[in-house]
């Protein structure tokens, strides 16, 4: 291919994408038409997420489930965190939590689970007391203890938003592919985990895990839902790309093993830094297994 053919194909790339960032923003002659797809986009789309090939369990040459902490104070991780203030951007924009939460609540993500492997399902009306508390003020109570009704002003609705979830836990599988000689990665479950909601307020709130979600169900959903892209705002990634691609940072607590799956900290107590050097540990074994398929 020559230098012009290269260009033209680039510049034709660049023109189909160009709206992809809010579409039909450069065509809108009013606010109420951008993000409106026309009826040849509607017609012509055929956007899916890339279906999961078929693994035969004997082709997997050798595998290990890990659980990650994704930590939403660093910074590679920020796109899944924000925004939290969703009342000045438009609707395309949306928080990892607020997505989740609007497809349960709607049932496109028909299942939640207890814990990270998937045993005991749970519904939304069961995790309402770890999503909100309600409490009275003492006032109210004073109210009460009166014998008169108790007025709507004290009582105090305390709701966990997306500004709460301080980390994600995920569970992924790491296996050797012997077909095609490549270690690859599959993301099983993912869980938003924020303070106490009854301690939310105090500065040693226990973490909680909100709810497991079994990842392959809520495929679809994440890919209509983008994240920014910092790096090219006409490019926004769906979650299901960025998080299939590993794009964010994640620290390993715990992999499976003989002893029930132990994590790091039960056997590495007291000390963060011993914890961490664990888990690049468990990190360079994993990495070691590929390079050693390729040593003769």
């Known amino acids: 291919m020559n230098l012009k053919s290269f260009l033209i194909i680039l510049v034709a790339t660049l023109i189909s ?9 450069l065509n809108a002659k009013t606010p109420e038409d951008i993000n409106q797809k026309t009826e040849a986009e ?3 789309d055929n956007d899916e997420p890339l279906s999961y090939g078929y ?3 004997r082709d997997v040459l050798w595998a290990k489930t890990v659980w990650e902490i994704i930590d939403l104070d660093e910074r590679m991780n920020f796109p899944l965190y924000y925004p939290i203030d969703t009342n000045n951007i438009g609707p395309e924009r949306r928080s990892l939590y607020d997505v989740l939460m609007k497809n349960i609540k709607n049932g496109r993500i028909p ?8 045993t005991e399902k749970r519904t939304l009306a069961d995790i309402q007391a770890t999503l909100s508390k309600v409490d009275t003020t003492d006032l109210g109570i004073a109210q009460l203890n009166a014998g008169e009704e108790l007025d709507a002003q004290y009582i105090d609705r305390r709701d966990i938003t997306s500004a709460d ?3 994600y836990r995920v569970r992924g599988y790491w296996y050797v592919d012997k077909r095609l000689g490549e270690l690859k990665y599959r993301l099983i479950g993912i869980a938003p985990v924020a303070p106490d909601v009854n301690f939310i307020d105090d500065e040693n709130s226990t973490m909680v895990e909100l709810f497991w979600v079994f990842f392959p169900e809520a495929r679809e959903v994440l890919h209509e839902a983008k994240a920014f892209n910092r790096l090219n705002t006409s490019m ?3 979650f299901d790309h960025m998080l299939n691609s590993r794009r964010f940072s994640g620290v390993i607590y715990k992999e499976d093993n003989e002893y029930g799956d132990r994590k790091v900290s039960e056997y590495i107590s007291d000390n963060a830094l011993m914890q961490l050097l664990e888990s690049e540990r468990i990190k360079e074994v994993i990495r070691n297994i590929e390079i050693d398929l ?3």
């Open 17 to 25: 994408t160009s709206g992809f960032g809010q579409t039909n923003l």
């Open 42 to 44: 509607i017609a012509y």
């Open 55 to 57: 693994v035969n369990k």
């Open 111 to 118: 299942n939640i689970y207890t814990d990270s492997y998937f």
């Open 165 to 167: 979830i301080e980390e």
């Open 236 to 238: 926004p990634i769906s």
């Open 294 to 296: 390729w040593n003769y």
